[in-house]
């Protein structure tokens, strides 16, 4: 069960915090540089969605390796 949990928390928080990191990298480049600069803003993006939703799925890996022994 933490497995399901967990793995549906981390792929959660990696889309929602995909979008909302690539808007705001954006947003901080303004309009010509976004486009400009693009591929790199997604890489930032999933780069930083990507660390949180570890972070979030730590927790029940865990509990899962806890439980097993």
């Known amino acids: 069960m933490g497995t399901l949990l967990g793995y549906s928390a ?3 928080c990696k889309f929602g915090f995909y979008k909302f990191f690539t808007k705001t990298y954006s947003d901080m ?16 993006g999933s780069t930083s969605a990507e660390v949180i939703s570890d972070i979030t799925l730590c927790p029940f890996e865990a509990v899962k390796q806890t439980t097993r022994q």
Do not use: F, H, R
């Open 29 to 44: 480049a303004g309009p010509d540089n976004a486009v400009k600069y693009k591929t790199l803003i997604y890489l930032a």
């Open 10 to 12: 981390q792929g959660a």
